[in-house]
């Protein structure tokens, strides 16, 4: 399942990513490897091959750089879930894209 949003500020980064980071895309390891920056275009992302990023949801812009990603597999189930979030330099807003994997319910024998 996809979810999308838009918004005018970012709500996977810091309010302050523009500042707080100096490099395009740096990986930060947690509980979540986030990977974050002032933002990368998608096809030099390092996770371009495995989340499905698209443009802009409100202008469906090509001209966009993605400032937050993470993908992550569940320990237990095998599901991936991953988020992204990405800045239109056309109509300066946010795009949230995220996918949860949920598994046809598996019968226990
Ligand atoms: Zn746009």
């Known amino acids: 399942m996809i979810y999308e949003s838009t918004s005018?500020?970012?709500k996977m980064t810091e309010q302050d990513y523009i500042d707080k980071y100096t490099k395009q895309c740096v990986l930060i390891r947690g509980s979540q490897n986030w990977h974050k920056g002032t933002g990368i275009k998608i096809e030099s992302h390092q996770l371009k091959e495995k989340i499905s990023m698209n443009g802009c949801k409100s202008c469906s812009s090509k001209n966009v750089l993605v400032t937050a990603a993470q993908r992550r597999?569940?320990?237990f189930s095998g599901?991936?879930?991953w988020d992204f979030e990405l800045f239109c330099k056309d109509c300066?807003?946010?795009?949230?894209?995220?996918?949860?994997?949920n598994k046809c319910i598996r019968k226990i024998t």
């Open 8 to 10: 005018d500020k970012p």
């Open 73 to 75: 597999v569940h320990m």
């Open 79 to 81: 599901d991936i879930y």
């Open 92 to 101: 300066s807003r946010y795009a949230q894209r995220s996918y949860s994997e």
